[in-house]
């Protein structure tokens, strides 16, 4: 079987498009990326000396894996901490702090 050159190359392209016109690359169109340049993900270290100095604080004593620290939510994951950026996460994680016990706030155990 004889194919064209053409023919065979744009085959080979990887497809970018579903026939419906969707992106399936999973690349953001411009208008959807971040607003701003905040940082997305530190390390542990980075995490550990600003839990040192008192400039991260976690959610509860319970929950050691969820902290508040530069204006946002972290969570850990095995390579270090990711920032939750979505706005209604955020809001729903504040709103329960506010409902965590005395006795299990972070504070509790400085004192």
């Given at each position: 079987?004889?194919?064209?050159?053409?023919?065979?190359?744009?085959?080979?392209?990887p497809h970018r498009?579903?026939?419906?016109?969707?992106?399936?690359?999973?690349?953001?169109?411009?208008?959807?990326?971040p607003a701003d340049d905040r940082v997305l993900e530190i390390s542990h270290a980075q995490m550990d000396a600003a839990h040192n100095n008192g400039g991260a604080i976690p959610f509860a004593q319970?929950?050691?894996?969820?902290?508040?620290?530069?204006?946002s939510w972290w969570v850990?994951?095995?390579?270090?901490?990711?920032?939750?950026t979505d706005e209604l996460t955020a809001t729903d994680i504040d709103q329960r702090a506010a409902q965590v016990p005395k006795a299990d706030k972070p504070?509790?155990?400085?004192?």
């Amino acid at each position: 079987m004889v194919t064209s050159p053409v023919r065979s190359e744009e085959m080979m392209k990887p497809h970018r498009e579903h026939p419906s016109g969707d992106d399936i690359t999973g690349a953001r169109p411009a208008a959807e990326a971040p607003a701003d340049d905040r940082v997305l993900e530190i390390s542990h270290a980075q995490m550990d000396a600003a839990h040192n100095n008192g400039g991260a604080i976690p959610f509860a004593q319970s929950v050691p894996w969820l902290v508040r620290y530069d204006g946002s939510w972290w969570v850990v994951y095995e390579r270090g901490w990711l920032r939750i950026t979505d706005e209604l996460t955020a809001t729903d994680i504040d709103q329960r702090a506010a409902q965590v016990p005395k006795a299990d706030k972070p504070d509790a155990a400085r004192q």
